[in-house]
């Protein structure tokens, strides 16, 4: 990728800023183009620190690994061991919850919950409170649900464990130990740096960041060159290696995707393993691949939703210049969506599929996340794609315990039907 083409990128998608990173066996470059926002018009430059949002899961996962690697607790210890006063809405669903659960999105626990619980180093701890009230999505080790509440525990975990914040846990860590000096969690750290501020139809968002519990679900903020950076740390063996074995099977419900690790979703592109996550926060979206037998990453940094359509492009050129083949949702002779049409939730968004003389559309609704009807393309047996945020999603249904779901990483319940 030159300069011109991620110029041309941005433009085409109308991103405001973005920063692309390239990690091969010769270093980390870095590209920018753009501004961190329209209201000032302050250029990007590889010093700009744009938010990594879920990609904050990796780190959180490799804080608990190391408690792992030091004897003080396992994968398979129960939440509430760790955490006495830890439940959710379903006492039964609370005692069978696993740190490995958490870090698999398999625990079950709804996992849209943004509970604002304050700046103060016990937003953590009042956010686990909070999550009493909350009803399980499934039974804890069943289908993978996308789980952002469940980070926030395994970061409250962290907390306890060190005695320590999460966000100084990560510092003493992670941060320091890799000389990462371009990273923060803190709003009140943001004005010491350039920051980028996200856009939401075209302009500059009102807010800048989530509450400050959410951090260890996605509120990591920092510049390309060290999000490589860390990530070169973990192409090899030990606990990254082990962050990087299949611990849940994707393959019933997605083409693209086979698995999902210890905090990396896994993929397989013809032969090359790939782990890869993303990234959406307030009016911002980030994205980043590796290929650990190659020693290849690539990451994109954007401080606009559609920065999703310029990712998708931007590994398509880097996949090119590095003999890689992304993997594309498979087309099935027998694609048929019948009897799917409905209404499907999750705890803040609503998904409507609706079928009219043109066939099926997909219209998405929800704090954060609204998306007008759009074509929908069935792709095979309760399968089919549809470009929300200018990438190329795949959606599958999924029936458990007698209840029907869409899948999108998380599990969208029916709760209508035609």
Request: glycine residues 10%; contains cysteine.
């Amino acid at each position: 990728m030159t300069p011109d083409d991620l110029h041309d990128l941005a433009a085409r998608h109308g991103v405001p800023g973005a920063q692309v990173g390239t990690l091969t066996p010769d270093g980390i470059s870095v590209l920018t183009t753009g501004v961190t926002s329209r209201a000032t018009a302050v250029p990007v430059d590889e010093d700009t620190l744009f938010q990594y949002g879920s990609i904050t899961k990796v780190w959180t996962t490799a804080l608990v690994l190391q408690l792992v690697d030091e004897g003080r607790l396992t994968l398979d210890t129960p939440v509430v061991d760790v955490l006495p006063t830890f439940r959710i809405a379903d006492p039964e669903h609370t005692a069978a919850i696993t740190v490995r659960h958490l870090l698999t999105h398999t625990s079950g626990i709804g996992g849209d919950v943004f509970t604002d619980t304050g700046d103060n180093d016990d937003c953590l701890e009042r956010y686990v409170d909070a999550l009493a009230t909350v009803e399980p999505v499934t039974r804890p080790g069943g289908p993978l649900s996308y789980c952002n509440s469940g980070f926030v525990v395994a970061g409250r975990i962290v907390e306890v464990l060190r005695g320590v914040s999460w966000d100084d846990a990560l510092k003493d860590h992670l941060l320091d130990p890799l000389g990462l000096d371009h990273v923060i969690t803190r709003v009140r750290d943001a004005p010491l740096f350039r920051t980028a501020v996200g856009h939401e139809n075209g302009a500059p968002v009102k807010r800048w960041m989530l509450p400050r519990a959410l951090g260890p679900a996605g509120l990591i903020t920092g510049t390309a060159r060290d999000l490589l950076r860390f990530t070169a740390a973990h192409l090899g063996d030990g606990a990254a290696r082990r962050m990087r074995e299949e611990q849940v099977s994707l393959r019933a419900v997605s083409t693209v995707d086979i698995g999902w690790g210890l905090g990396w979703a896994l993929a397989d592109w013809a032969g090359v393993a790939c782990v890869h996550h993303g990234g959406r926060t307030i009016g911002q979206a980030a994205k980043l691949w590796a290929f650990p037998e190659r020693g290849l990453a690539l990451c994109v940094l954007t401080n606009s939703p559609d920065g999703s359509g310029l990712a998708e492009e931007a590994v398509a050129l880097f996949a090119a210049e590095h003999g890689l083949v992304p993997p594309e949702p498979r087309v099935d002779a027998d694609a048929d969506l019948t009897g799917l049409e409905g209404v499907y939730e999750t705890l803040l968004t609503r998904l409507t599929l609706t079928r009219d003389e043109h066939g099926f559309h997909l219209e998405v609704a929800g704090e954060g996340v609204t998306e007008p009807s759009k074509p929908v393309q069935p792709i095979g047996r309760g399968r089919f794609v549809v470009d929300l945020n200018g990438a190329r999603r795949e959606f599958a249904h999924l029936e458990h315990d007698g209840a029907d779901f869409l899948y999108l990483n998380r599990l969208f319940r029916r709760v209508t039907a035609p």
